[in-house]
């Protein structure tokens, strides 16, 4: 290697823009190794069209009417599908300590979590873009007057989702039952985005007006803030020892 | 037990350690260690397993906060946060690699973290001093394990770390990987970078060595600097560690 004759590190954004580039580059590094493997995504598209087909032969049309069963079903896979690729979000760092050379780098911890999170929103949302026409094509619904608010509050309530899923797979990837430790850990916090969500879905689909959704999304909104804060600075808390 | 070990007391140092202490519980895997390094320096640091080596150089690269004493950086004290993280490189056994991405894929998300400027040039440089250009677009995965601690440490390499911490580095490297090494590492020296080795291997850690040590307990039981090196007395005291660990 040359001797140093001048300055290697270049650091003259502000923090918050650093932190953001760098969070960017583990979000692209973590999407190009799912990318190659495809192992968690094709879990999760797999699991959403199954679950999609298991509730429409468990369906009774004449005793439930589809506006009144899809926002269930629909929040039922959106989150149990999202668990697969929050899981497999620390994993791919603890094959032969991956994690130790990220955080013996100079990006902050912060930094971390959010390209962590950026990774898990981007792989829920794409589940969400197959599986949302997939319920409309199951369900029979009219989707198109409601596609954007709908679109809309999936990604409110994904962005919440993925705040905790990543900070507790953070925390549940070292230990032995990771698997059985995410779901018991996130599912509590992940009720209610569940809940606000669903019933916004529920209002879209039955036809009620957007204003009418608005309290929810509000909730949804506010959970983010709350949740995308509290997450991103209690993560370095789960690194250090 | 406590040892200075710049040749020159003048010159600035590179690590400084001071009673340093690590504890697990009521397990202390670090007891009280002092030293300090200057640039060119090279602790070669040997012992039984379980003697504190990994945790002292796991302090040193941030991932571990001490317990008590102190450890500073090219004068930023530890865990220093990004300014003290951007000047070490860690090597270990683990070599800390995607195995879904390429070797050049690997080396230059390593570079891209470290903001270094001319990365492309940097990663296909450290890439051909470890003799892995012509494998740099193959997966991880395909690789030997001796192949792949060359990537992991051109990838430990890539930013010119002033602190070199390299735990057992020869892990898993032929004799052609292991004289790049030594080669690399002898350069590095000669270019002000100063670097604590932990390996087993007495003749390999001592011909790199400026100072060496031996852990036990977590403390150094003995040390040298470089023109009082006996190899000898070295080989009878890293025995005897062994025996008394079990």
């Known amino acids: 290697m040359p001797a140093r004759t001048r300055p290697l590190i270049e650091r003259r954004w502000p923090l918050v823009a650093d932190i953001l580039f760098s969070a960017w580059l583990i979000a692209r590094k973590d999407l190009s190794i799912e990318f190659r493997t495809r192992s968690a995504f094709l879990s999760a598209v797999v699991f959403s069209l199954l679950g999609l087909v298991i509730f429409y032969y468990a369906w009774d049309p004449t005793a439930v009417t589809a506006t009144d069963l899809a926002p269930g079903v629909l929040w039922i896979i959106f989150t149990f599908s999202g668990l697969l690729g929050l899981h497999r979000s620390f994993g791919v760092e603890t094959a032969d ?10 990006v902050s911890r912060e930094a971390i979590f959010l390209g962590k999170a950026i990774a898990n929103l981007i ?7 197959i599986a949302l026409p997939a319920l409309a094509l199951f369900y029979n619904l009219p989707l198109g007057d409601v596609a954007g608010p709908l679109i809309a509050i999936a990604l409110l309530a994904a962005i919440g989702l993925v705040a905790v899923g990543t900070l507790f797979s953070a925390m549940a990837v070292n230990t032995r039952l990771a698997e059985l430790l995410l779901p018991m850990l996130a599912l509590p916090f992940f009720v209610p985005i569940v809940i606000a969500a669903a019933q916004a879905t529920a209002k879209l689909l039955s036809g009620r007006p957007v204003v009418e959704v608005s309290a929810w999304v509000k909730l949804l909104l506010a959970f983010d803030i709350v949740f995308v804060a509290a997450c991103t600075l209690a993560y370095p808390f789960t690194v250090e020892d | 037990m406590s040892f200075a070990i710049s040749p020159d007391p003048s010159a600035p140092s590179i690590v400084e350690v001071g009673q340093l202490v690590r504890e697990f519980g009521s397990t202390r895997a670090v007891a009280g260690v002092s030293f300090s390094l200057a640039p060119g ?7 039984p397993n379980g003697a504190g080596k990994t945790t002292l150089l796991r302090v040193l690269a941030g991932l571990l906060k001490p317990t008590s004493g102190s450890a500073r950086v090219s004068g930023v004290p530890l865990p220093g946060g990004p300014l003290a993280r951007s000047r070490i490189g860690l ?7 995607y195995e879904a991405l390429s070797p050049r894929e690997n080396v ?65 490297l032929d004799d052609s990987g292991a004289r790049a090494l030594t080669a690399l590492l002898r350069e590095l020296r000669s270019a002000g970078t100063a670097i604590i080795i932990v390996t087993h291997n007495l003749t390999e850690g001592l011909s790199l060595a400026t100072h060496a040590a031996v852990m036990q307990r977590g403390k150094f039981v003995r040390y040298d600097s470089a023109d009082r090196i006996d190899a000898g007395a070295y080989a009878a005291t890293y025995r005897e560690a062994l025996a008394a660990s079990g």
């Open chain 2, 108 to 172: 230059a998300f390593s570079a891209r973290l470290y903001g270094i400027r001319d990365a492309r040039a940097r990663v296909e440089d450290s890439l051909r001093r470890m003799s892995m250009l012509d494998r740099a677009d193959a997966p991880i995965r395909s690789l030997s394990r001796g192949m792949q601690q060359r990537v992991s440490i051109a990838r430990a390499m890539v930013h010119s770390p002033q602190l070199v911490l390299a735990d057992e580095p020869y892990s898993g």
């Open chain 2, 91 to 97: 090597i270990s056994h683990h070599t800390m690699l």
């Open chain 2, 41 to 47: 320096d090279c602790l070669a640091l040997f012992g």
């Open chain 1, 123 to 129: 792989f829920v949302v794409a589940v969400q873009a």
């Open chain 1, 97 to 106: 300590r991956a994690i130790d050379a990220l955080l013996a780098s100079p």
